[in-house]
Structure formats: C-alpha cells, structure tokens
C-alpha cells in the first residue's frame, strides 16, 4: 500500500467568508490546563473529541467539572504522552496519547487489564466490532454521517453513488454519467479512526479489498490534507461544521475542503450559524457515536451519573451536543450494545 503522510498546512479560510459568525468557545484542547485532573478520564475518537471537550466544561457535579477528556492528537506534535490522572494519588497514569477510537478502545482494554483507573471511557465514533464477550458497553449519545470532501475549485463531481464510491476506493476510478472511466486519488484516515473503519463498511468496501493507489495514513477531519484538484476524503459531518464555526479551540482543520452530496443528498442543512447534520441524510452514511465504558462499571455512581439513561448528564446537555454539529438521538444513554473492542 502507498502510506504517505500530510503536514498540516496554514490554509486561511476565513468564518467571515463563510458567514457563520464568531461563537464564544465552551471548550478546550485537553484540559485546562492539563493538571486539571479531573473524576473522569477519556482518550480516542477525533471526531468527538471537541464536543466531549465541551460536555467536559457543562457537566459538573458536587466534586467540581467530571469529565476530562484528552484530544486525539497533541497541539504540541513534539509531546506524545498524556497524564491522566494526578501522579501524586495515582501513579502510573502516564502512556502514549491513542489517536483514534479504535487506539483509545485498546487503551481502556488496556486499563481494565491492569485496574488502574487511567482511562474511564473511550470515545468511539463506530460501534462494536467483536460481539464475542461483553467486557464494554458502547453508550450512544448522539448522531453523525460522513460524507466526502474534495476542494472548492475540485475536478471531482460534487455527488457520488455509493458504488461509484466502492470503485474509487478499491481502484480509484469511476463511471461517470457518459460511461467514461475517471482517475481520482482518494484519501484514507489513519488505522485505528472509527471513520475509516465506518466509510469502508458504508461503501461496502473491505480493509483488504483497498486499493495501493488509495493514499492512507491521513489524520481524519483534516482538510488540509488535500491538496489537488482530483483527491478526496472521507469527513465527519458533525466535524466540519464544528470546525468553521469559530469556537477558539476547535482547531479549523478544513482548509478549503467541501462536504459533498452521496446518492443525490446533500450533508447538511441550513446555513450560517443555522448551518446543520441533514438527518435525511443517506441513511447508511449516517451513524451514532459512543462513549465506551467498562460493562462492570455501569454501576459506578459518577460513571452512571454522566453517560447512562436518558436523563444522564451527557444526554441532559442536548444543545452543547447540537452546538458541535451533532444530531440527537432517541436511544441516548442506552446500555444494550456490547463487545470487546
């Protein structure tokens, strides 16, 4: 396979441009600052991480805010560790930052091995994928769909099918409209992104079934990754509209990408700071997202108290999860899907 890296790129594209308005900032990367240990540590997904950034500044109990939870990558790329949990009470807490929902899965497998505690939850942007025990428990909390970006001057078409989709990604080609086979250069997230992992299985296209001229290794959600006329991505919905609306630390990722329509349905609704997920969105390109948390700590009062049921303090926080992008969804707090990772 054809790994190739990205560097991320200064690429203006102004909010006043987009007229989406400057919004104050409910969040940050990373707790703020990172000594701010707080009752609740999760590490995973970039798609969620900024709006489990700023559940993380809403969501308080008697002990102070409950939920830190660690970006997927690091602001400062020369700092790969993270410390979750204060040193002094709990040693130990110091690993690799796990990019992705898949890596921050394996780090609360990795926790619960070793009972400490490090890591209370993962963020995940895809469900389970090993049913064989029930060691985690996938708590749904709200809703997102991918679609692909391209850039704004782009020689690839502003909508796709599904199987012309499957084709780019297994041969980087499709049919268009005439019969004519067209070349592109798709884009592939990082192993270990719940978005990978969710685009191929929507695209019915396998791991294997990939095809070498497909470019992998490229950091999810980052626009500026492309950098041609032909090249496209796959890119969280939810993520794009947060990232243009100005909050000062969501980092604009975007460049002058463009969410695109799949099957003639556009991602998104209205405009501006109305600017919304299209829940009519091609249903199989839509999906729920998760916090993941130990089966055998459901009970756990402060676990319980944040992410479990309805009325959970996660689920209470409806217009934080709307503000980031994200839909609702009617099962929030539900504790009926399990796996192993």
Not at 39 to 60: H, P, R
Not at 185 to 205: K, M
Not at 299 to 317: E, H, L, M, Q
């Amino acid at each position: 396979m054809n790994v190739k890296s990205h560097a991320k790129v200064g690429a203006a594209f102004g909010v006043a441009a987009l007229g989406l308005g400057i919004l104050a900032a409910p969040a940050s990367a990373d707790p703020n600052p990172i000594t701010d240990y707080r009752q609740l540590a999760g590490v995973g997904s970039d798609t969620t991480q900024y709006v489990m950034n700023g559940l993380g500044d809403v969501i308080t109990n008697a002990n102070g805010k409950v939920v830190a939870s660690w970006n997927a990558t690091p602001t400062d790329p020369t700092v790969t560790t993270i410390t979750t949990k204060n040193p002094t009470t709990s040693p130990g807490c110091t690993f690799n930052r796990p990019n992705g929902s898949s890596n921050g899965i394996v780090a609360l497998n990795n926790d619960i091995t070793a009972g400490t505690h490090c890591v209370d939850f993962a963020r995940s942007s895809r469900g389970p994928v090993d049913f064989t025990t029930s060691d985690l428990t996938f708590v749904p909390y709200a809703k997102d769909g991918v679609s692909y970006a391209t850039d704004l001057g782009s020689t690839v078409p502003t909508n796709l099918t599904k199987a012309q989709l499957a084709s780019i990604y297994t041969n980087c080609t499709y049919t268009n409209a005439s019969g004519t086979s067209v070349t592109v250069a798709p884009l592939l997230p990082q192993t270990g992104s719940g978005t990978r992992t969710f685009w191929l299985s929507a695209i019915g296209v396998s791991e294997s079934q990939v095809g070498s001229c497909v470019t992998q290794g490229v950091q999810e959600h980052d626009g500026t990754a492309i950098t041609a006329g032909n090249q496209l991505m796959p890119y969280s919905i939810a993520q794009w509209i947060a990232q243009g609306k100005g909050f000062a630390d969501v980092e604009n990722r975007r460049g002058e990408s463009r969410l695109r329509s799949i099957n003639s349905t556009t991602p998104t609704t209205g405009s501006g700071t109305a600017l919304a997920l299209n829940t009519a969105f091609d249903a199989g390109f839509l999906r729920d997202v998760y916090n993941v948390v130990p089966t055998a700590r459901l009970a756990d009062a402060v676990i319980a108290d944040t992410f479990v049921g309805s009325a959970s303090k996660v689920c209470s926080n409806g217009s934080t999860i709307n503000s980031y992008g994200f839909g609702t969804v009617a099962n929030c707090g539900a504790t009926t899907l399990t796996g192993e990772r």
